[in-house]
């Protein structure tokens, strides 16, 4: 086999293992066995020792995905997703249903974050740290934009939005509450009504 | 010993427990050595064990001293708590002064709540369903006052604030924080103001 076709399997096969223990984890948990990730990809156990030697590396590996295609969902992301072709449009809108997936996605995978065990050598301290500063970055952009048109309240910034929308995706999984939630907050946002009573 | 005398001197020891078990539950986590509360409440071991046979009546006594306190602090509450005697003043920062108590009690003290094991007849989740209930009937009855003088928006609903509150005590436990976010959201549940734009 050239290598050229042997490192587009390899790629083929590490995709399709993450995209299948991405499945087992969110039905089974963190600890499912690693021979219905493998079987799930239609790979032999093999293969999927020779990606992930341990199961560390593959819930990393999963976890980093989400949080790269999180940061590329975000409309202006330099990630280039299909949401980056279209600049325009309410830069509000886009900031606040950029944070409704952000509270999705603490909701529905933050329990793969959890489970990457501590280490010795500070490697999950640094993963945590990168992640942080995707979705910290990918938020001020947002913010930067909404704020440039004036539709945001001086003094509301990207970290307390992100601790609002984290804070309600771990009060609530479900899609309408977290909607309903961060309306809420798209309300408070917003920059003083001429005529509203000082702190009104 | 008269048994009036036997019954104060066990309220008391009760009491001086309880106090005792919440600083040093604080102080070193929920498997702090018994010994050291009884030491710190002054009072022997027998004593501790004969009020609380177990370490789980201890907690529950604990957190259950908690919640009673937080409702009791809301102004107009049944308890009679000193906020009790002034029901004047601001409805809407009566209530928002006291989703920052809860915020802060769920920061601070849930990991009591969640100390409490499963039991086989179900009387965690009795548990847990009268501390919901009175923290829920607190804040309706918060949201009705505040609603009542019109200083609400249709639609904003005590469980939403309590959601929202719950989560910015998970996401934060610095009091400056929860402040600002709160604040950010009690500008998001005011009512709409003359001459602003729709859903503004």
């Known amino acids: 086999?050239?290598?050229?076709?042997?490192?587009?399997?390899?790629?083929?096969?590490?995709?399709?293992?993450?995209?299948?223990?991405?499945?087992?984890?969110?039905?089974?948990?963190?600890?499912?066995?690693?021979?219905?990730?493998?079987?799930?990809?239609?790979?032999?156990?093999?293969?999927?020792?020779?990606h992930f030697p341990t199961r560390r590396d593959l819930v990393v590996e999963v976890y980093a995905g989400e949080v790269d295609a999180l940061c590329a969902a975000a409309p202006g992301g330099t990630s280039g997703g299909p949401a980056a072709a279209a600049p325009g449009g309410d830069p509000v809108r886009a900031l606040f249903d950029w944070l409704g997936a952000f509270a999705a996605h603490v909701a529905a995978r933050r329990y793969l974050a959890l489970a990457i065990p501590e280490d010795a050598d500070g490697e999950r301290g640094r993963l945590f740290d990168r992640w942080h500063a995707a979705m910290?970055?990918?938020?001020?952009?947002?913010?930067?934009?909404?704020?440039?048109?004036?539709?945001?309240?001086?003094?509301?910034?990207?970290?307390?939005?992100?601790?609002?929308?984290?804070?309600?995706?771990?009060?609530?999984?479900?899609?309408?509450?977290?909607?309903?939630?961060?309306?809420?907050?798209?309300?408070?946002?917003?920059?003083?009504?001429?005529?509203?009573?000082?702190?009104?």
């Open 136 to 200: 910290h970055d990918t938020a001020a952009a947002l913010v930067e934009r909404a704020r440039a048109g004036g539709a945001l309240r001086a003094g509301v910034t990207a970290p307390d939005l992100l601790a609002l929308a984290y804070g309600i995706g771990l009060a609530s999984g479900d899609p309408a509450t977290v909607h309903r939630l961060l309306d809420l907050v798209r309300r408070g946002a917003g920059p003083p009504v001429a005529g509203a009573p000082p702190g009104g």
């Open 1 to 50: 086999v050239p290598p050229r076709r042997r490192r587009a399997d390899a790629r083929r096969n590490h995709d399709l293992l993450v995209a299948a223990a991405r499945e087992i984890f969110d039905e089974q948990g963190v600890d499912a066995p690693l021979d219905d990730v493998a079987r799930r990809a239609g790979v032999g156990n093999a293969t999927l020792y020779r």
